[in-house]
């Protein structure tokens, strides 16, 4: 199982940038595809963006498409999200999740949140 540690959260002002981070614990991570989620208050947890297990390939929500960009370091065993041009709507909790496919079911794993809030 893997365990899962983001950082790099903070208060910004409308317009800034932020790096998040997510540690894996997991010697695998290579074998792992990754995600980002977010949650705002009051709301449900929501996609943001996913990598492949290899870093080529990327998904991205429209809301984020365009200002933000997942990558990974596997040598590293690290998980990235660069956010640019962020909006106060953008403010939330942001979660990396783990996936891997045994063969007979996904294996899940998600880290503890690090909060985001972007000023006006």
């Known amino acids: 199982q893997v365990q899962l540690a983001e950082s790099g959260g903070g208060l910004v002002q409308t317009g800034d940038s932020l790096r998040l981070s997510c540690a894996a614990s997991?010697?695998?991570?290579?074998?792992?595809?990754m995600s980002w989620f977010r949650q705002a208050p009051g709301k449900e947890r929501d996609f943001v963006a996913a990598?492949?297990?290899?870093?080529?390939?990327?998904h991205y929500a429209d809301s984020v498409k365009g200002r933000f960009t997942i990558s990974r370091d596997n040598a590293k065993n690290t998980l990235y999200l660069q956010m640019n041009s962020l909006k106060p709507e953008d403010t939330a909790v942001y979660y990396c999740?783990?996936?891997?496919?045994?063969?007979?079911?996904?294996?899940?794993?998600w880290g503890q949140g690090t909060q985001v809030t972007v000023s006006s």
């Open positions: 990598i492949s297990v290899s870093g080529s390939n990327t």
């Open positions: 997991a010697r695998s991570f290579s074998s792992y595809a």
């Open positions: 999740k783990s996936s891997r496919w045994t063969g007979t079911r996904t294996l899940e794993n």
